[in-house]
């Protein structure tokens, strides 16, 4: 049973920054491709940044040069740093993970964590 844990949502005024973490548990042979998704009221859900095993990252032109994200395969963990947060940056953030229990890969989500960005 593989499980994801977020962390770090919060709300914060305009300019202000935040720290999100996803951390992975549980039966885990090898973690693939991390992202971060987002979905704001009355939206659908967007990829807001990804990177891969070999580290080579995406992210959603709007949050270029402001979102970082990284990750710590020691630890099962991925980060998104977001600075000069905006109000439009408001939105439920998902984590997911391509996750190896064993031979075969399936997708995982975390269960999101709200960011409320105030003007």
């Known amino acids: 049973q593989v499980q994801l844990v977020e962390s770090g949502g919060g709300l914060v005024q305009a300019g202000e920054s935040l720290r999100l973490s996803c951390a992975a548990s549980?039966?885990?042979?090898?973690?693939?491709?991390m992202a971060w998704y987002r979905q704001a009221p009355g939206k659908q859900r967007e990829k807001v940044a990804g990177?891969?095993?070999?580290?080579?990252?995406y992210y959603l032109d709007s949050v270029k040069g402001r979102f970082t994200i990284s990750r710590d395969n020691a630890k099962n963990t991925m980060y998104l740093q977001m600075n000069s947060l905006k109000p439009e940056d408001t939105a439920v953030y998902y984590c997911?993970?391509?996750?190896?229990?064993?031979?075969?890969?399936?997708?995982?989500w975390g269960q999101g964590t709200q960011v409320t960005v105030s003007s």
């Open positions: 549980g039966s885990i042979f090898r973690i693939n491709d």
């Open positions: 997911k993970m391509v996750i190896q229990p064993d031979t075969l890969q399936y997708d995982f």
């Open positions: 990177i891969t095993n070999g580290g080579h990252t």
